[in-house]
């Protein structure tokens, strides 16, 4: 061997002394799982639910409508229905039986409706006369349309409470 060859071999075996990586520690390993469970719920009262106010009418109208509005917020994908009870003073009557009452017992007729034209009765029975839906995770905003036949009854100030309950 040359003297220019074992020279070069003793840079290269230092070269390689420098970048040879240095020893690895053991290691051990482990797994684990992260989770998350996410319950369907539903909300019926943010916002509040507005009134269906009727307003102040002469005892002769007759057709006396009203909108107002309910809101709910529902777990994407959950599917839900609103149902609309009797009210206080239904007499035990259903909801065809709905009815205003003036404090004394003076009861003025009135009924809900799910739609504008103010054909289907909403109601409490699934399936014949509540409001379906599927929830988007945001407030859907639900029109109450009322009606009240006639306004020929004693004057006064008439009101009923009616409970929305939304199941899903």
Same mark, same amino acid.
């Given at each position: 061997?040359?003297?220019?060859?074992?020279?070069?071999?003793?840079?290269?075996?230092?070269?390689?002394?420098?970048?040879?990586?240095?020893?690895?520690?053991?290691?051990?390993?482990?797994?684990?799982?992260?989770?998350?469970?996410?319950?369907?719920?539903?909300?019926?009262?943010?916002?509040?639910?507005?009134?269906?106010?009727?307003?102040?009418?002469?005892?002769?109208?007759?057709?006396?409508?009203?909108v107002g509005q309910l809101n709910?917020?529902?777990?994407?994908?959950?599917?839900?229905?609103?149902?609309?009870?009797?009210?206080?003073?239904?007499? @035990?009557?259903?909801? /065809?039986?709905?009815?205003?009452?003036?404090?004394? +017992?003076?009861?003025? &007729?009135?009924?809900? $409706? !799910? #739609?504008?034209?103010?054909?289907?009765?909403?109601?409490?029975?699934?399936?014949?006369?509540?409001?379906?839906?599927?929830?988007? @995770?945001?407030?859907? /905003?639900?029109?109450?349309?009322?009606?009240?036949? +006639?306004?020929?009854? &004693?004057?006064?100030? $008439? !009101? #009923?409470?009616?409970?929305?309950?939304?199941?899903?």
């Amino acid at each position: 061997m040359t003297r220019i060859q074992s020279w070069l071999s003793t840079v290269l075996l230092a070269a390689a002394a420098l970048y040879a990586p240095a020893s690895q520690a053991q290691t051990a390993t482990t797994t684990f799982n992260v989770t998350l469970t996410i319950q369907s719920s539903c909300t019926v009262n943010t916002p509040a639910a507005t009134n269906v106010a009727f307003g102040t009418h002469p005892s002769t109208d007759i057709d006396i409508d009203a909108v107002g509005q309910l809101n709910v917020n529902c777990t994407p994908g959950t599917g839900y229905t609103i149902a609309l009870d009797e009210g206080l003073n239904a007499g @035990g009557g259903g909801v /065809a039986a709905r009815a205003m009452i003036n404090g004394a +017992s003076d009861l003025v &007729p009135y009924q809900l $409706y !799910a #739609d504008a034209g103010r054909t289907a009765i909403w109601g409490e029975t699934v399936g014949t006369d509540t409001v379906a839906g599927v929830g988007t @995770g945001a407030v859907q /905003a639900y029109p109450v349309y009322g009606r009240v036949p +006639s306004a020929s009854f &004693p004057a006064a100030s $008439y !009101a #009923d409470t009616i409970t929305a309950t939304v199941a899903y």
